[in-house]
Each structure stands twice: as C-alpha cells, then as structure tokens.
C-alpha cells in the first residue's frame, strides 16, 4: 500500500521557519523524483519544488527561492521542505508528490499558516 505522510506543518509567525517531512512507504522510493506543492483557499495548487530521485538536482518556485530547500534521505525514504523567512502568503496546505513515468503518489497534506 503506497503511503505519504506529511507532517511538520502548524502556525508560525511573519519571519519564522517550519520543516516539512514526507515519509514514504509502498513503492521503491530511491526511483522517484519528489516534489512539494502548496494549494491556498481559491487559488489552484501550485509546484513549491522538486528533487530528482538521487537529489542531486532541485527546482524551486520564484516565491520561494532563496527562502526554501527541498531535501531527501533516500535511506530513510523521506523527503523534506525547509522553510525560512515565511510570509504570510505561504499559507496553505502542503502536499508531497512522488513521481515516476505514470505513476504519481500524493500525500494526505499538512496546513502551513503564516500569521501574526
């Protein structure tokens, strides 16, 4: 049974951090390219960033450069999202993707909310 599990999401103030986690189970993890989205009330859901199955190539949205960093532990069949400087449009819920070729896995998501 394929299994993504977020977690690491919550309530942080302007300028503060969260890390996201995905744990993954089910499928040969070290195969498939990671990625994070993030979907806000009334907006589409929208690619944050991307991490090739080896990790050795990432991708980032705009927003997010320079504040952000995708990261995984193929060993622990995890990957990560590391969020810096957050702002208060960062809110949203975060999902993890795996995918490979047709296949393509989603978490259940995590609420991230930037707020004062």
């Known amino acids: 049974q394929v299994q993504l599990v977020e977690s690491g999401g919550g309530l942080v103030q302007p300028g503060g951090s969260l890390r996201l986690s995905c744990v993954a189970s089910?499928?040969?993890?070290?195969?498939?390219?990671m990625r994070w989205y993030r979907q806000a009330p009334g907006k589409e859901r929208e690619l944050v960033a991307a991490?090739?199955?080896?990790?050795?190539?990432?991708t980032y949205a705009d927003s997010v450069k320079g504040r952000f960093t995708i990261s995984r532990d193929n060993a622990k069949k995890t990957v990560y999202l590391q969020m810096n400087s957050l702002k208060p449009e960062d809110t949203a819920v975060y999902y993890c993707n795996a995918g490979l070729g047709a296949y393509d896995y989603w978490g259940q998501g995590t609420q991230v909310t930037v707020s004062s």
């Open positions: 089910g499928f040969t993890f070290i195969r498939y390219a």
């Open positions: 991490i090739s199955s080896a990790g050795s190539t990432t």
